[in-house]
């Protein structure tokens, strides 16, 4: 019961901030901005917002420090709009996940391109030793 209060506020949280921030903040240093997760702690005194940036690493860590100076009036667009007695405090923490993403591609198409040059050099080539190298009941006969 507890968790689905938990997912239920956390969800609302996420949806404030992500139509608050689609309206825009007064801060130019806010790029391109996607809410991708939010987790309330079990006492409901917590929440963690993970986000995304597009673009360059200056701008993520621009929209960074964006977030960092406006979570206070967030935290309050978030009390207006809740009807709990507690607002929990916000924490803007950085999603991963596309770094993570493109690092699995990269890796990927490494593996595809080394499996290719493989695939290509055993299409030329020939087995080392006789061409049957197992030895049979009638070769030890012979013997």
Request: charged share 30%; with cysteine.
């Amino acid at each position: 019961m507890a968790g689905e209060r938990q997912a239920r506020l956390a969800d609302r949280i996420r949806v404030i901030l992500a139509e608050r921030l689609e309206k825009g903040l007064r801060d130019p240093r806010l790029g391109f901005v996607t809410l991708t997760d939010c987790r309330v702690s079990g006492d409901l005194q917590h929440a963690s917002v993970f986000y995304t940036v597009l673009g360059t690493e200056e701008e993520r860590i621009a929209s960074g420090a964006a977030l960092a100076s406006a979570t206070g009036m967030l935290r309050s667009e978030v009390g207006r709009q809740l009807s709990t007695r507690l607002v929990p405090t916000l924490e803007f923490i950085p999603d991963a996940l596309p770094e993570n993403a493109d690092h699995i591609s990269a890796l990927l198409r490494e593996a595809r391109e080394r499996d290719s040059e493989v695939a290509r050099l055993a299409s030329s080539s020939s087995h080392a030793g006789d061409a049957d190298p197992y030895r049979r009941a009638e070769d030890s006969e012979e013997d």
